[in-house]
């Protein structure tokens, strides 16, 4: 029997039943790949940062069964609607696909379960290997349910000494301080939370905080979550913009790595809009390198369509073509590649840094990067406030001090705090930290090429070693360590049964 918080009824549900139980820029991302990109096969890899954490046989097994079930899922027609109503940034066509969509797991995930000794038991250790494979556009949605499924298996299974008592108080005083000391932060924690039914006690704690919050006339503000389902379900606003794969799939696709970053804007602009989805993502390959691109002029249209559809933004009511003509027309950039002709009026145009809000800091020194981008914007003259989301690995201490040295340097901070919420347990007989697992599902590959990620933070570097020192020789990427980049050990090392994982190890 899976932990409980204590209360009368029926168990808590287990595992993945909506599709929109998934992050929003995978959303955002997949109209994208669907407009630009409907052909490219891909594949994405799992790597568990935490190795001295794994799951036993019975936990991958019950992982085997809820991984198959996605194959049931569909978007209702009231999920549909919602997303009408709410993201209107997501195109008629890219909608229409969504409702067709269904997940085929048996076809497009491989996993495999390799034991560490086999000794015939259920307790059996071991790790596990995951790869799914497939069209971009039709396997995108898999990383957050295989995470968060990852995550419940282990503790459903290997990490029983916890039960869910609390943790909405827990949530409610998380947020509470967080208000009070004036923070304006948005829940992102569905990819390593415990389980759905810590993620909807979570979401209780943080909305009676901000109701509080309100009657108190805090500064800080709950700002939304970045789960589309629990967004609906609790009338929340959905958050997010792009995430590195969008610049990742790009990059191994087009096979250059000097100038994706400002393809990937491009086409972002191209199919959302000027100021829609506005926060720019900077470190895949590195935020210095992202900069150069961030400075250039905005482009009068993308080349990536034909005909009208290069100027349209995603909202298929401004179209004059067919809806189910304004994305089988769009050609990927291999075949309509992005005009490098001159630009003889950038200083009349606007740029990239311009017209986004702002950007997001996910890997490397937080101070530093403050600094680097206050220097950037006031290079380029921009005298807007600009906004600096942080989201690597949050708690209360450290959104406080990033908040005051955001707002000295002139920035609008947010926050996007995802572990720190969904899954901060402590053991039940002893009272030390239940550690999260701390796991990654990336790109690996994208039409046939590696795909990989630098980053600000050498921890994070993800994707074949010999691309990512090839991309960074090309580059010219300067190594950066961070006192805080240990992901092996990023909320601490489990120590389950009173004996590290790696103790049985061979």
Same mark, same amino acid.
């Given at each position: ?17 909506? %599709?929109?139980?998934?992050? &929003? @820029? ?50 209702? +027609? ?10 209107? @940034? ?9 409702? =067709? ?12 379960? +390799? %034991? ?20 971009? !556009? ?9 995470? !968060? ?29 967080? %208000? ?9 924690? /569905? ?18 905080? /901000? ?52 393809? !990937? ?34 482009? *009068?249209?993308?080349? =990536? ?5 290069? #100027? &349209? /933004?995603? #909202? ?7 809806? #189910?003509?304004? %994305? ?38 937080? !101070? ?23 989201? *690597? ?71 074949? +070693? ?34 590290? *994982? ?5």
């Amino acid at each position: 029997m899976a932990p409980s918080d204590g209360s009368q009824g029926s168990e808590p549900p287990e595992g993945i039943f909506s %599709l929109l139980d998934t992050d &929003l @820029y995978k959303l955002t991302m997949q109209c994208a790949v669907l407009k630009y990109f409907p052909d490219v096969d891909v594949t994405y890899s799992f790597t568990n940062r935490t190795h001295d954490m794994r799951l036993s046989r019975v936990a991958y097994h019950w992982l085997q069964r809820q991984i198959m079930k996605l194959g049931a899922i569909s978007v209702s +027609q009231e999920e549909l609607q919602y997303l009408r109503s709410t993201c209107s @940034y997501l195109n008629e066509p890219y909608l229409q696909y969504l409702a =067709a969509l269904r997940l085929n797991p048996q076809k497009q995930i491989r996993m495999s379960f +390799q %034991l560490l000794h086999d000794n015939g038991s259920d307790d059996d250790l071991g790790d596990v290997h995951l790869e799914v494979q497939g069209r971009w !556009a039709d396997t995108i949605l898999y990383e957050i349910p295989l995470l !968060a499924l990852t995550s419940e298996a282990y503790f459903k299974f290997r990490d029983r000494d916890w039960t869910h008592q609390n943790q909405e108080e827990r949530a409610y005083n998380k947020a509470i301080s967080l %208000l009070q000391h004036g923070c304006i932060f948005s829940e992102f924690g /569905s990819r390593r939370r415990r389980d759905y039914h810590t993620h909807e006690l979570v979401l209780r704690g943080l909305l009676r905080a /901000s109701e509080d919050g309100r009657k108190q006339r805090v500064k800080g503000k709950l700002a939304g979550t970045s789960n589309v389902h629990f967004a609906m379900r609790y009338g929340l606003a959905p958050v997010g913009t792009v995430a590195h794969e969008w610049f990742m799939g790009i990059a191994a696709i087009t096979d250059d790595y000097e100038g994706v970053n400002e393809t !990937a804007l491009r086409y972002w602009v191209g199919c959302f809009g000027v100021g829609v989805l506005g926060i720019a993502l900077t470190d895949t390959f590195g935020t210095p390198a992202f900069l150069e691109a961030f400075r250039r002029p905005l482009p *009068d249209h993308t080349t =990536a369509a034909l005909g009208g559809a290069a #100027t &349209l /933004s995603s #909202t298929a009511a401004s179209s004059t073509m067919p809806v #189910t003509g304004s %994305l089988s027309e769009t050609n990927p950039p291999i075949q309509a590649p992005i005009s490098s002709e001159p630009d003889h009026h950038h200083s009349e145009k606007r740029s990239y840094a311009q017209v986004f809000a702002g950007v997001r800091q996910d890997s490397g020194d937080p !101070a530093g990067f403050i600094k680097l981008m206050r220097e950037f914007y006031d290079q380029e003259g921009i005298k807007d406030k600009k906004t600096i989301v942080f989201s *690597d690995s949050l708690n209360i201490e450290l959104c406080v001090e990033y908040m005051q040295e955001a707002e000295d340097a002139g920035f609008q901070p947010t926050f996007g705090v995802g572990t720190f919420l969904t899954n901060d347990f402590k053991n039940t007989s002893s009272g030390a930290k239940s550690v999260p697992l701390n796991i990654v599902i990336k790109l690996s590959s994208a039409a046939g090429r590696p795909a990989v990620k630098i980053s600000d933070n050498i921890g994070k570097n993800t994707g074949d +070693q010999e691309t990512v020192e090839q991309v960074k020789r090309r580059l010219g990427y300067i190594e950066n360590g961070w006192e805080g980049g240990d992901e092996q050990a990023r909320w601490g090392r489990a120590d389950v049964g009173g004996k590290s *994982d790696t103790n049985n190890a061979a």
